[in-house]
């Protein structure tokens, strides 16, 4: 894929960042719970789990995260070190790092999703 | 011209790889920004890693969790808690501000290179919005600390 169209992809991502990322907080912070303590009870984090539009914004978040941060992340190393075998080896390693990410955060997700 | 290898000399000395790309010269609030922002994104990065392990908690039960929850909760974790809000109130105001700079909606018109240059990437409206970001970041850790400390 063009270099170019990632970097649109990366854009959406920060747009959708932006918008989760803030339910994400207020869901820590005042939206549906009394407070920050009360929000990291077992029962209200799994209540955000069995819900499917918190799970879903969770599942949306995850992946925006992982993209943005991954694809920067490798910007900011082919940047640093220059050379056909670090960009390939950078290249792959974000692939694999973002999809072990996504993976492990989606078996959360899912599996807290399902044992409701 | 031929490619050089080895270590970047730069001024006759050895530049270092990572340093040099940190705290290179002239030490600028652009810069500043640059560095803040990059350190900010691999922060929040290798939190995010900790964020899902931690979560995962979750699937091993009420007592596990209870357990996972009960070992974060002390004042050390609480200052981190409020430094990453910090680090996502700057990161994402800061990246607003290179997003606008790199569609060139902030940036201003090309000028001509007249003497004594000047970095024309440091307009004041670029300088505004690199202030803001860091008026961001302190306005979060008051937000995070009213949330997180006193408890909303």
């Given at each position: 894929?063009?270099?170019?169209?990632?970097?649109?992809?990366?854009?959406?991502?920060?747009?959708?960042?932006?918008?989760?990322?803030?339910l994400?907080?207020a869901t820590h912070a005042f939206l549906g719970v009394?407070?920050?303590?009360?929000?990291?009870?077992?029962?209200?984090?799994?209540?955000?789990?069995?819900?499917?539009?918190?799970?879903?914004?969770?599942?949306?978040?995850?992946?925006?995260?992982?993209?943005?941060?991954?694809?920067?992340?490798?910007?900011?190393?082919?940047?640093?070190?220059?050379?056909?075998?670090?960009?390939?080896?950078?290249?792959?390693?974000?692939?694999?790092?973002?999809?072990?990410?996504?993976?492990?955060?989606?078996?959360?997700?899912?599996?807290?999703?399902?044992?409701? | 011209?031929?490619?050089?290898?080895?270590?970047?000399?730069?001024?006759?000395?050895?530049?270092?790889?990572?340093?040099?790309?940190?705290?290179?010269?002239?030490?600028?609030?652009?810069?500043?920004?640059?560095?803040?922002?990059?350190?900010?994104?691999?922060?929040?990065?290798?939190?995010?890693?900790?964020?899902?392990?931690?979560?995962?908690?979750?699937?091993?039960?009420?007592?596990?969790?209870?357990?996972?929850?009960?070992?974060?909760?002390?004042?050390?974790?609480?200052?981190?808690?409020?430094?990453?809000?910090?680090?996502?109130?700057?990161?994402?105001?800061?990246?607003?501000?290179?997003?606008?700079?790199?569609?060139?909606?902030?940036?201003?018109?090309?000028?001509?290179?007249?003497?004594?240059?000047?970095?024309?990437?440091?307009?004041?409206?670029?300088?505004?919005?690199?202030?803001?970001?860091?008026?961001?970041?302190?306005?979060?850790?008051?937000?995070?600390?009213?949330?997180?400390?006193?408890?909303?």
């Amino acid at each position: 894929m063009k270099g170019s169209k990632l970097m649109l992809i990366n854009y959406l991502c920060m747009i959708l960042i932006g918008i989760t990322l803030f339910l994400h907080l207020a869901t820590h912070a005042f939206l549906g719970v009394s407070g920050y303590e009360q929000s990291l009870t077992y029962d209200s984090v799994k209540g955000r789990y069995e819900a499917p539009a918190s799970a879903f914004l969770l599942a949306v978040l995850l992946i925006v995260l992982a993209f943005h941060s991954i694809f920067s992340f490798r910007t900011t190393l082919l940047e640093w070190r220059h050379g056909k075998g670090w960009t390939k080896a950078v290249n792959w390693g974000a692939i694999a790092v973002a999809v072990v990410m996504v993976a492990f955060g989606m078996w959360t997700i899912v599996a807290a999703y399902i044992a409701r | 011209m031929t490619a050089q290898s080895g270590p970047l000399k730069v001024g006759g000395r050895k530049k270092n790889r990572f340093l040099g790309w940190a705290f290179d010269k002239p030490m600028h609030l652009e810069r500043i920004g640059m560095m803040l922002h990059r350190a900010t994104g691999v922060g929040l990065l290798l939190y995010l890693i900790f964020h899902l392990v931690v979560t995962n908690a979750i699937l091993g039960g009420r007592v596990f969790f209870a357990d996972v929850m009960g070992m974060l909760s002390n004042p050390l974790t609480h200052l981190g808690e409020i430094i990453v809000v910090a680090a996502v109130g700057f990161h994402g105001m800061n990246g607003i501000r290179l997003v606008l700079i790199s569609l060139g909606v902030i940036s201003g018109r090309p000028h001509r290179p007249d003497f004594p240059y000047k970095a024309p990437s440091l307009n004041k409206t670029e300088k505004g919005a690199l202030w803001t970001a860091f008026g961001v970041a302190v306005l979060s850790v008051f937000l995070a600390a009213f949330f997180i400390v006193l408890g909303g």
